[in-house]
């Protein structure tokens, strides 16, 4: 962050605006290439084929719609090839192992290419959005690859459609507010990641390893809950940072979270969860699949489809997919029956539900096998082998609640609404001040950190 | 927000991120960090073949945090936080009572513990001559009153019970030596090591237990050498703020007694004290001079016994009181003697020499974590 960073924005705001987007497409490939030195090739390969087909797709799509479709799917299935290969192939190849008779299956040692499942989405939106006629053509290799590869949400997204940003790729004015609400942005993004979530994630690192003798009812919701904050920092945090990053580059990209521990249902928990993913789900899987319009038999199967393959996204491993289905059968219940309920009920009943049903849902979404899964529920739910409490459990308590009360307070906007009231001069003086503040105490985290999984990210 | 407003955000921000890159790149690289006790990382020589080997940018990014501008004072400010936020430690290391840091027990895993007392046992059961076995609780044991209350420390004590009983050899109890003065200075405030005094206590128990009469405490004089010493605890803790610790010495070396030391092949001299150290962040290394492979010692006492030492260092602190009761103290340590191990074995060492006791003597960390000891055999 302090050799990356300032040497990109530097250069940046040096050059002329027609070399700017060259030096954004050669940083991001130093910024992916430094995690995998590799897989650059990948990345420029996934490039020059969506570059390539792009044009064909474009070139087809007003008089020839077939052939428009043609490279469409030969686009497509390229690039689910690719994200098959690198993230599923060992998981396909462990499961046909264990088959009789498929036993000389075996997996192999690839390293999972950093961001490939936000890219490739990110990738396919254009061939998609340009056979529907929703963005044009990028005939410049140079701004299409920027797209591609664009550092700021490269490894956890949003998930940027090209319609949203084609326009920026071509010109992007920027201005003083514009690149200060990215720095207020950024602040913010950087305090989440590494003030919060990184030290509310050790709590969860502690009990997710615990022994299940070991594990008491108040231990495991402890450590549960600390998880459930833990990514919902990690991940709105650096979500936060690109989009401030992006607006730094003059960018827009669009929002990723929005309070989503403050929704009153599931369904609305997912409207506010990861936006962008669900977005890519809705307008690219949901809807061409007939969505809502081919009766109610059919939009059920239609939830349960985009659901599973929802939950196989976020990682490879059956048990995610496991997980999607889980929410997908609590946004079916909701659609049929309890969302009317819900209505009605006090708006408590609503916050409750939804939390303990997310919380319930990290559980599967965390820990990889079925037997630990099983072995906590057991714990979370008072049949475990740990009993009430442990001695221990109170001493994390104590070590942890200042921790917790802090972190439950900012999953609210209640800190956002009662800055907001604050005399427009006092914010114009309280806004840099806190900026450094986060500044100092962020970088006191970072440089003391032995392990940090930010540090992973690169920038 | 104002044009104003935003001006000045946007100029602390882009100021903050590219004066501390300016001064990365400025600042002279540091070789040794004193307030840590390790190398630092040093720029790494980029090569295609490091980059692809992904060693390159690892190395890169431990290079940045181990080279970064005032690093000493961050980790401390990080501490600071921590404690703030209602933590009682950081990185492990508890804040206890009276500036004492005292970092928390993790039992070993259970098959490398076995594997060490196994071999002790092995040992004991096919000597012809009298094994000794002793281990030496830390902090963490005698002092877990200090520490706050629940937090997870597992028990030494039941390590200790568990070793004893499957050693083979003849136990001696240090344990109850030490808790029985646990409101005296017996281990350093901001070290994992014992004190001179701690040792004394160690060295009267061992002595009593092996059927020797130690020299009374009454009959040494300490003297201090250095009040200046901050530990390995302190090294890690990022706790910068705490008071240091005081070395002391109680027996001094005896002219007539030699020391050999074989730090190679060939032995040097050596000494109880090697006073050089105490310039140095590693002060308690002067006690023998530090890690070695093989101490061999003689003194004026040459109608007592001989007796050999297996042993990690907080032995260092307690050779010294043994040149009244030994006419010849050898002390190996395993982790250094192994190459002279693979032709002869310790056995061997102890017919050769003509030893007539063996101490295997280590703290329960050590013992429980080490992976040399199998070497005994």
């Avoid at chain 2, 074989?262 to 590693?282: C, H, Q, S």
């Avoid at chain 2, 023998?288 to 003689?298: A, F």
């Amino acid at each position: 962050m302090f050799v990356y960073l300032p040497v990109v924005l530097a250069v940046y705001y040096i050059v002329p605006w027609k070399w700017r987007n060259p030096w954004l497409f050669f940083v991001n490939l130093i910024f992916y290439g430094w995690g995998e030195p590799v897989y650059i090739v990948l990345m420029l390969f996934s490039i020059v084929v969506n570059y390539i087909t792009g044009i064909f797709v474009g070139k087809y799509r007003d008089d020839n719609k077939p052939k428009a479709k043609k490279f469409l799917v030969i686009n497509i299935v390229i690039n689910l090839a690719l994200l098959m290969f690198f993230k599923y192939f060992n998981l396909f190849a462990e499961t046909l192992s264990q088959i009789p008779g498929l036993d000389s299956i075996h997996t192999l040692n690839i390293a999972l290419p950093i961001g490939i499942s936000f890219y490739t989405f990110q990738t396919m939106s254009y061939p998609i959005d340009i056979y529907r006629g929703d963005g044009d053509v990028q005939k410049n290799f140079i701004s299409f690859g920027t797209f591609v590869a664009l550092f700021p949400q490269l490894i956890a997204g949003p998930i940027i459609r090209y319609k949203d940003v084609a326009s920026q790729l071509n010109f992007r004015a920027s201005s003083a507010e514009q690149f200060a609400s990215g720095v207020r942005r950024f602040t913010i993004g950087l305090a989440k990641k590494v003030l919060i979530a990184n030290n509310i994630g050790k709590l969860w690192d502690t009990y997710s390893v615990m022994a299940a003798t070991n594990l008491s009812f108040v231990g495991s919701w402890l450590g549960i809950l600390a998880f459930s904050l833990q990514i919902y920092f990690d991940f709105s945090g650096y979500s936060d940072m690109a989009i401030g990053l992006g607006r730094m580059l003059g960018f827009e990209f669009m929002e990723n979270f929005n309070y989503p521990y403050i929704s009153r249902s599931v369904t609305e928990f997912w409207r506010r969860w990861h936006i962008s993913l669900g977005t890519w789900f809705r307008d690219y899987v949901y809807i061409p699949l007939g969505g809502n319009r081919k009766g109610k038999n059919r939009q059920l199967l239609n939830i349960t489809i985009v659901w599973a393959l929802t939950g196989f996204w976020h990682g490879a491993a059956w048990t995610f997919m496991l997980w999607g289905l889980y929410y997908a059968a609590f946004l079916i219940f909701e659609k049929l029956y309890w969302l009317k309920v819900l209505e009605k009920a006090p708006r408590f009943v609503g916050h409750f539900y939804t939390v303990f049903v997310a919380v319930c849902g990290w559980v599967l979404f965390q820990l990889t096998s079925l037997s630990a899964c099983a072995s906590y529920y057991k714990a979370m739910f008072g049949f475990g082998a740990g009993g009430f409490i442990k001695p221990v459990d109170t001493f994390y308590l104590a070590s942890f609640a200042v921790m917790f009360v802090i972190s439950i307070i900012a999953c609210t906007p209640l800190l956002k609404n009662l800055y907001k009231k604050l005399p427009e001069k006092t914010q114009s003086y309280a806004t840099p001040a806190i900026i450094v503040l986060i500044l100092v105490i962020c970088t006191a985290y970072l440089v003391d950190a032995t392990y940090n999984p930010f540090l992973y990210f690169r920038f | 927000m104002t044009k104003r407003s935003s001006w000045v955000q946007i100029i602390l921000f882009t100021a903050f991120i590219s004066v501390f890159f300016a001064l990365f790149v400025l600042m002279p690289d540091k070789g040794f960090s004193e307030r840590e006790n390790r190398e630092l990382t040093q720029e790494p020589a980029f090569s295609l073949e490091s980059l692809f080997a992904k060693k390159f940018t690892t190395k890169f990014e431990s290079y940045t945090t181990d080279q970064f501008p005032f690093r000493d004072s961050w980790t401390t400010l990080k501490a600071r936080s921590e404690l703030a936020i209602g933590k009682e430690e950081n990185k492990g290391v508890y804040l206890c009572k009276g500036d004492t840091l005292i970092e928390a027990y993790e039992a070993p895993l259970q098959t490398q513990l076995d594997t060490n007392i196994q071999a002790v046992k092995t040992f004991a059961e096919n000597a012809a001559f009298p094994v000794y076995f002793a281990l030496i609780p830390g902090n963490s044991e005698i002092h877990s009153n200090l520490i706050p209350k629940n937090a997870p420390n597992d028990s030494q004590k039941d390590i200790i019970d568990y070793c004893y009983a499957n050693s083979g050899a003849k136990n001696i109890d240090l344990e109850s030596a030490l808790a029985s003065h646990s409101d005296e200075y017996i281990y350093y405030r901001t070290d994992h090591h014992w004190t001179s005094l701690g040792a004394y206590y160690g060295y009267e128990a061992l002595m009593t237990a092996m059927g020797h009469s130690p020299s009374p405490l009454s009959s040494y004089t300490p003297q201090t050498v250095s009040d200046r010493f901050y530990g390995t605890v302190y090294s890690k803790s990022g706790m910068s703020w705490v008071k240091p610790d005081t070395i002391e010495i109680y027996a001094p070396q005896d002219v007539s007694t030699e020391v050999l030391n074989y730090l190679e092949t060939e032995p040097v001299e050596g000494t109880f004290y090697d006073y050089a150290f105490l310039e140095k962040k590693d002060k308690y290394s002067m006690f023998m001079g530090g890690n070695t492979p093989l101490l061999k010692i003689t003194t004026k006492r040459s109608d007592a016994p001989k007796i050999l030492i297996i042993r990690d260092s907080y032995m260092d602190s307690l050779v010294p009181y043994l040149q009244n009761d030994y006419s010849e103290i050898d002390v190996m340590d395993l982790r250094y003697y192994k190459t002279q191990l693979i032709n002869s074995s310790v056995s061997d060492y102890v017919r050769e020499n003509g030893i007539d006791e063996v101490l295997i003597c280590y703290s329960v960390y050590n013992f429980g974590t080490d992976t040399n000891v199998f070497l005994l055999n």
